[in-house]
């Protein structure tokens, strides 16, 4: 039953981080042009988001749900303006992986960044909340935390193991791409990302 309900969690987190977004375009960007551990911790960050939010979610912890739908026009602003800066400087950058070795600094930035992103989206806590109270859930008022606890683990689980499917595929394809063509990955990721925070920024006043 525990396994059951692990796997629930697990694809209910990979089903949530698989859908198009800013994150998945600077997992797939970063894994081509610094290598699959940056692309990889991407994508660790925003599971580390999506878990924080399952938990909320999870444990029905309402006051928390409240607040961060109320304040979702600020939220979608404030993660629209990161956005158009992070597209910015993407695009902006010239330097390849052939060119530059990553260091520790780069791989913190690629966790915080997408960490950052994914807990300012409004749409993620909605999205969770909606489906765990279509599983019944907010475990801690049935008193059952052990359940609760590994639906949050199975979402972050999941959440991860998307991140790594997407960063090894990309890794793997960035080794056969030339110089000139990881200038012009850079360059597309980083309009695209510039044009989800347009979009969001826009949605504050929509």
């Not at 599983?135 to 683990?153: E, M, N, P, R």
């Not at 080794?175 to 949605?203: C, D, P």
Request: charged content about 10%; proline content about 1%.
């Amino acid at each position: 039953m525990s396994i059951l309900i692990f796997l629930k969690g697990l694809i209910l987190g990979y089903a949530i981080a698989a859908p198009a977004g800013p994150v998945n375009v600077l997992c797939m960007q970063r894994s081509l042009t610094m290598g699959m551990t940056a692309g990889f911790l991407s994508g660790v960050g925003a599971a580390t988001a999506d878990a924080a939010y399952g938990f909320i979610a999870a444990f029905g912890i309402t006051l928390i749900t409240q607040f961060m739908v109320g304040q979702q026009g600020l939220l979608r602003f404030v993660g629209g303006l990161f956005l158009c800066c992070l597209g910015y400087k993407m695009a902006k950058n010239r330097i390849s992986r052939i060119e530059r070795d990553v260091n520790t600094m780069d791989l913190l930035h690629a966790y915080l960044s997408t960490f950052l992103i994914t807990l300012t989206s409004p749409v993620t806590i909605i999205s969770y909340a909606a489906v765990f109270a279509s599983f019944g859930a907010a475990y801690s008022a049935k008193g059952d935390i052990l359940t609760g606890a590994l639906i949050v683990l199975g979402v972050f689980t999941g959440s991860v193991l998307w991140a790594l499917t997407l960063s090894v595929s990309m890794h793997f394809l960035g080794n056969r791409l030339t110089q000139a063509r990881l200038h012009q990955v850079n360059i597309a990721s980083g309009a695209v990302v510039a044009l989800f925070g347009v979009a969001s920024i826009m949605g504050t006043w929509l």
